[in-house]
């Protein structure tokens, strides 16, 4: 059974999740299938997300990282000055379609607005049709704004879940970079589900000493431990020029050798913090 599935049968029926975005979104597409029960709670942006999500008994679903345009650096850095944990992810497979209203042809259109992460993953779609871009706050949001604008030279870029809906009409269907354009998402909340899963993953975030060496000696605590790795990226920290963090992922279950990990990392670095340890995803 998919692992995530298995959650909606075990979690309380009338969750309530916030996503960013607006009904339509790929987040709330996603909600409806592994939480058909809960209610959804749209937010327009990653931090009013984390401000409701940390209200206690709400729940958030964030998304944190595209296979095409990288690390969601916002929504990242969100969670981590939060205080708010990971007990989920979910991977979804996202086709981008392009859509207008139902009287336009693909030859009239000459702009093109969606959610910044959208645009970039269709980046050589909309070189190679010359058109102009507009980033807005959300991708269903961009399908609403050209019925709002009835605009026939305007389209948007969203889910082709949308075909169902007669106000509009897809121009063109997968116009994403690379078909194998995934999306991974992390349920993230206060306090924990109450739920009799395995977790087998981490999500952390190393600051190293200033010291030559010190992230070596990080590294290989892990090796060193057989833990595998499966995200590391740096990224700058703000007020602090040349200075930086690493987000590190693991796949990890056994709590014993966790405490040893972190008991050598502390050791050797400035900080490492937990985000969360949860039950690694299946691809869609």
């Known amino acids: 059974m998919d692992i995530w599935r298995h959650w909606s049968t075990l979690m309380e029926n009338e969750m309530t999740i916030a996503y960013q975005g607006t009904p339509g979104s790929y987040s709330e597409q996603l909600l409806k299938t592994i939480f058909p029960d809960s209610i959804y709670q749209p937010c327009e942006t990653f931090s009013s997300l984390i401000d ?33 944990s990971i007990y ?10 392009l859509i207008a209203l139902p009287e336009s042809r693909l030859e009239l259109i000459s702009n093109v607005i969606s959610h910044p992460q959208a645009l970039q993953q269709c980046s050589k779609y909309l070189q190679k ?13 961009s399908v609403y704004e050209v019925l709002r604008i009835n605009d026939n030279t305007t389209a948007a870029i969203a889910g ?3 075909d169902s809906d007669e106000r509009f009409k897809i121009l063109e269907k997968n116009i994403s970079n690379d078909p194998e354009n995934f999306t991974r998402f992390l349920f ?41 790795l499966t995200k590391l990226e740096s990224r700058p920290i703000l007020g602090r020029p040349w200075e930086y963090k690493f987000y590190i992922d693991y796949e990890l ?22 985000l969360g340890h949860y039950p690694k995803a299946n691809q869609e």
């Open 188 to 228: 993230i909340g206060s306090k924990p589900p109450n739920l009799k899963l395995i977790n087998d993953k981490f999500s952390s975030v190393l600051i190293s000493d200033d010291k030559p060496g010190s992230l070596l000696k990080s590294l290989n605590i892990f090796s060193d431990l057989n833990v595998n």
């Open 88 to 97: 989920g992810e979910y991977i979804k497979k996202i086709n981008h379609s």
């Open 52 to 84: 409701f999500a940390s209200t206690s008994g709400n729940f958030g679903l964030l998304p944190v990282e595209n296979s095409i345009a990288g690390t969601v650096n916002e929504a990242y850095e969100d969670l981590i000055e939060s205080s708010l």
């Open 253 to 274: 279950s056994n709590l014993q050798i966790q405490n040893e990990l972190i008991k050598k990392i502390d050791s050797v670095s400035k900080e490492f913090k937990i």
């Open 160 to 162: 082709e879940h949308f």
């Open 129 to 141: 049709n010359n058109f102009n871009i507009t980033p807005v706050f959300d991708t269903a949001g």
